[in-house]
């Protein structure tokens, strides 16, 4: 996507050197444009668990890079332990997006059976940017098919504006390009069709008063930030036509997990009947579980996310204190939507009910 005019990834191999992987450090959005060298799979754990890269999609390519990075160092007479090793520091830093782990499998994947370490670091770097390209291009699908949505509410409509809200930041930022939850409204945007996005800010990291308010702006897409608590005051008022947010993981029933808050949205939205939608590519998919609320592992985060917020001030990032100093705060990063409160599930093979039947006759391979 465009920033200041010129087109941009949200990762991508040094055109000089292949050793470097560069990433845009999203820490100091949407007040700097900073963009980091990963050279070391520990410096790229760092970037995905201090959240210089965040976002399902990106953490997984981030993840399938910093495999490489691992097996560029890797010793030859150790190299499938140490690629390994490298693959659970990976795993253990976010725990929710499965992405994650997806990705550190394909490339274990890819190297079983290979005996020579300089073809295992060649296929760990082809294997990096397939997943890079299929992330791009799964988005650009789901742009797509979420497009017709937006496309039926508008001419129902009669060409009126659109109101869209989303939660978080489930754009390119999040992704390699076009992100899930945007790619159908910029899409839509790209075809004239007239909308508005409400952008949560998102609290406590306010990927949205940050991100997806910079990204919108980047591309010239009409956009409001609100405080996370003002979408079901705007719902009561006939303010918003649709919901589409994104997912970190969701299970085989439909069950969604995303950004917390989400939940609030989905109740909201289904009191005030306006359609719920979550954006993902079937890589967010856990074939494996069945109850969301159950067993998707929701990662805490440190208290201090809540405690102090960050923001430009005389030229500079500042953190400041928004709590009593010794207050105690509590950071579930994730909630889970269930299904029943989801009106569909836009992925790169098209929409579908959530649930496992449609889910299923989307993707027929997982049949049992
Ligand atoms: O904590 P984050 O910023 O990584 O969380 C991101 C979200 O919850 C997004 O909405 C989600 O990843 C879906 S889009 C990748």
């Given at each position: 996507?465009?920033?200041?005019?010129?087109?941009?990834?949200?990762?991508w191999?040094d055109?000089?050197?292949?050793?470097?992987?560069?990433?845009?450090?999203?820490?100091?959005?949407p007040?700097?444009?900073v963009?980091?060298?990963?050279?070391?799979?520990?410096?790229?754990?760092?970037?995905?668990?201090?959240?210089?890269?965040?976002?399902?999609?990106?953490?997984?390519?981030?993840?399938?890079?910093?495999?490489?990075?691992?097996?560029l160092?890797?010793?030859?007479?150790?190299?499938d332990?140490?690629?390994?090793?490298?693959g659970?520091?990976?795993?253990?830093?976010?725990?929710?997006?499965?992405?994650?782990?997806?990705?550190?499998?394909?490339?274990?994947?890819?190297?079983?059976?290979?005996?020579?370490p300089?073809?295992?670091?060649?296929?760990?770097?082809?294997?990096?940017?397939?997943?890079?390209r299929?992330?791009?291009?799964?988005?650009?699908?789901i742009g797509?098919?979420?497009?017709?949505?937006?496309?039926?509410?508008?001419?129902?409509?009669?060409?009126?504006?659109?109101?869209?809200?989303?939660?978080?930041?489930?754009?390119w930022l999040?992704?390699?390009?076009?992100?899930?939850?945007?790619a159908?409204?910029?899409?839509?945007?790209?075809?004239?069709?007239?909308?508005?996005?409400?952008?949560?800010?998102t609290?406590?990291?306010?990927?949205?008063?940050?991100?997806?308010?910079w990204?919108?702006?980047?591309?010239?897409?009409?956009?409001s930030?609100?405080?996370?608590?003002?979408g079901?005051?705007?719902?009561?008022?006939?303010?918003?036509?649709?919901?589409?947010?994104?997912?970190?993981?969701?299970?085989?029933t439909?069950?969604?997990?995303?950004?917390?808050?989400t939940?609030?949205?989905?109740?909201?939205a289904?009191?005030?009947?306006?359609?719920?939608?979550?954006?993902?590519?079937?890589?967010?998919?856990?074939?494996?579980?069945?109850?969301?609320?159950?067993?998707?592992?929701?990662?805490?985060?440190?208290?201090?996310?809540v405690?102090?917020?960050?923001?430009?001030?005389?030229?500079?990032?500042?953190?400041?204190?928004?709590?009593?100093a010794?207050?105690r705060?509590?950071?579930?990063?994730?909630?889970?939507?269930?299904?029943r409160?989801?009106?569909?599930?836009?992925?790169?093979?098209g929409?579908?009910?959530?649930?496992?039947?449609?889910?299923?006759d989307?993707?027929?391979?997982?049949?049992?």
């Open positions: 996507m465009k920033v200041k005019g010129k087109d941009f990834r949200s990762i191999v055109e000089n050197d292949d050793r470097i992987i560069k990433i845009i450090d999203q820490r100091h959005l007040h700097e444009f963009i980091e060298e990963l050279t070391s799979v520990r410096e790229a754990a760092r970037a995905i668990r201090d959240m210089h890269v965040r976002g399902a999609g990106l953490i997984g390519v981030t993840a399938a890079y910093g495999m490489y990075l691992a097996a160092s890797a010793p030859a007479d150790d190299f332990a140490a690629l390994a090793a490298a659970d520091i990976l795993i253990e830093t976010r725990p929710t997006a499965i992405n994650l782990s997806w990705a550190v499998q394909k490339q274990l994947e890819t190297v079983r059976g290979v005996s020579s300089p073809d295992k670091i060649a296929l760990t770097l082809e294997t990096a940017g397939k997943i890079a299929q992330d791009a291009a799964f988005s650009q699908s797509t098919h979420g497009l017709k949505i937006i496309e039926k509410i508008s001419e129902a409509k009669n060409g009126e504006t659109v109101n869209i809200l989303t939660h978080c930041n489930a754009g999040a992704f390699v390009d076009y992100g899930t939850a945007t159908p409204i910029y899409a839509a945007f790209s075809r004239g069709i007239k909308l508005h996005v409400w952008v949560d800010e609290r406590p990291w306010n990927q949205g008063s940050r991100l997806t308010a990204e919108l702006g980047e591309q010239g897409v009409p956009y930030v609100i405080p996370d608590n003002l079901g005051h705007l719902m009561q008022h006939g303010m918003v036509d649709l919901v589409i947010v994104g997912a970190d993981r969701t299970t085989i439909g069950d969604v997990a995303n950004k917390t808050g939940y609030l949205k989905a109740l909201a289904h009191d005030n009947h306006i359609p719920f939608y979550a954006a993902f590519p079937s890589t967010t998919f856990d074939w494996n579980r069945e109850d969301g609320i159950g067993e998707i592992p929701i990662e805490e985060r440190s208290a201090d996310e405690k102090y917020t960050r923001g430009w001030y005389r030229g500079e990032i500042i953190e400041v204190l928004v709590t009593p010794n207050a705060a509590v950071n579930y990063s994730f909630d889970v939507t269930p299904a409160l989801i009106t569909g599930l836009i992925t790169e093979r929409v579908c009910r959530a649930d496992r039947e449609s889910i299923l989307l993707f027929p391979e997982r049949k049992p």
